[in-house]
């Protein structure tokens, strides 16, 4: 993203969601372990729970308590804009993370000089050039949170888990992505489509994969996350204390790879 101010153009944070409006396809998981293994890498990541159920914010705080957070989520952020900075929380010098709880849904109920899925931007702009990435967690509709993330984001990453519901949202989410391309977020990039949950042992899952790749060609990662026990028990073991974590991450690895040769 671009931040045009008087001294010329400042290049600053990439900024990346990960959405689709259907639940259950890897979107906290993998927005999660990309902020992670970006940081890793060493680019300086902030995270952003837009998901009421919060749990990226349960995985990077390494705590099942989110009511710790009340009052001062990215709801509270993005409504006190100016003071975006003091809503930020610190995992570690590369990785940064704004939480999220029950209440970020009445965002829903914002009437005020902005509109209302501008306010993630409006908010963003103060931190932008602090980063080199902004990865967002969005929750399973295309309400207010999604279409904040949506329009404050350069590229979005389309989540497809290999099975029927999934595939049918996708063509949706497409036109989604229109919408905000039209009305407000015209250099909206679709990343590309990630393929999550595969099992290979399924014909089903195999047929919808290809059924993908055949409908959407080069949007298509390279990269499968297979449906694996380690990464499903990352909720369990957390980031920063896991015997598995090399396992749970080695698909997410080889996908960031891919992220980083398409953003750049």
């Given amino acids: 993203m671009f931040l045009n101010i008087e001294r010329g153009i400042i290049v600053t944070a990439t900024v990346i969601s990960f959405s689709l409006q259907k639940g259950?396809?890897?979107?906290?998981?993998?927005?999660?372990?990309?902020?992670?293994?970006?940081?890793?890498?060493?680019?300086?990541?902030?995270?952003?729970?837009?998901?009421?159920?919060?749990?990226?914010?349960?995985?990077?705080?390494?705590?099942?308590?989110?009511?710790?957070?009340?009052?001062?989520?990215?709801?509270e952020a993005m409504l006190d804009r100016e003071?975006?900075?003091?809503?930020?929380?610190?995992?570690n010098d590369h990785l940064h993370y704004v939480p999220a709880d029950d209440y970020v849904v009445l965002l829903s109920d914002y009437q005020g000089e902005v509109p209302r899925d501008e306010l993630l931007i409006a908010?963003?702009?103060?931190?932008?050039?602090?980063?080199?990435?902004?990865?967002?967690?969005?929750?399973?509709?295309?309400?207010?949170q999604t279409?904040?993330?949506?329009?404050?984001?350069?590229?979005?990453?389309?989540?497809?888990?290999?099975?029927?519901?999934?595939?049918?949202?996708i063509d949706r989410f497409l036109e989604t992505i229109n919408s905000v391309r039209k009305y407000g977020n015209e250099e909206l990039n679709i990343l590309g489509i990630l393929a999550t949950l595969s099992d290979a042992?399924?014909?089903?899952?195999?047929?919808?994969?290809?059924?993908?790749?055949e409908e959407y060609g080069d949007l298509i990662f390279n990269t499968v996350i297979p449906r694996r026990a380690a990464i499903g028990r990352i909720p369990v073991y957390g980031l920063y204390d896991n015997p598995e974590l090399k396992a749970a991450t080695e698909h997410h690895a080889k996908f960031i790879e891919e992220v980083l040769t398409r953003v750049n």
Avoid at 123 to 142: G, K, Q, S
Avoid at 147 to 169: G, I, P, R
């Fill in 24 to 75: 259950g396809v890897g979107k906290t998981t993998t927005s999660t372990l990309a902020a992670f293994l970006l940081s890793q890498k060493g680019y300086r990541v902030l995270a952003i729970d837009m998901d009421s159920q919060a749990n990226m914010t349960q995985v990077l705080s390494d705590s099942d308590d989110v009511k710790q957070f009340k009052g001062t989520t990215i709801r």
């Fill in 83 to 91: 003071n975006f900075k003091s809503y930020i929380r610190i995992v």
């Fill in 123 to 144: 908010a963003l702009v103060n931190v932008l050039d602090e980063y080199d990435f902004v990865i967002i967690d969005t929750p399973p509709n295309l309400g207010t």
């Fill in 147 to 169: 279409l904040n993330a949506l329009m404050a984001s350069d590229h979005v990453v389309v989540m497809f888990e290999t099975a029927k519901y999934a595939y049918n949202a």
């Fill in 201 to 213: 042992r399924r014909s089903d899952n195999k047929e919808l994969l290809e059924l993908v790749q």
